[in-house]
């Protein structure tokens, strides 16, 4: 498989892990109101396929746009950037 054509990419929290080959990651940006100027916390929980089911919560994960893999999973696990030290 090519890496060429890598689409989106996004960086974010796991959530759950309570599915199998499945994780929920939620990514938070930041955006400027258009009227205000202040910014504001905008958030979309994303799932995303972790195939070896590596990632707990709490982890920071990176994802990467690829192909529907179900109804909701069009995203899967590139990367985990660091670990949750929670017990």
């Known amino acids: 498989m090519s890496e060429e054509n890598v689409g989106r990419t996004a960086s974010g929290t796991v959530v ?8 929920t990651v939620l990514v938070e940006r930041r ?3 258009p009227l205000y ?3 504001i916390k905008r ?7 972790d195939e070896e089911n590596v990632c707990g919560e709490g982890d920071l ?12 999973k069009s995203w899967k696990l590139t990367s ?8």
């Open 37 to 39: 100027g202040k910014y």
């Open 43 to 49: 958030s979309k929980k994303i799932h995303a396929h």
């Open 16 to 23: 759950s892990n309570k599915m199998d080959k499945t994780i």
């Open 31 to 33: 955006v400027k109101h």
């Open 61 to 72: 994960v990176t994802i990467t746009e690829t192909r529907q893999i179900s109804k909701s």
């Open 80 to 87: 985990v950037d660091r670990k949750s030290t929670a017990i």
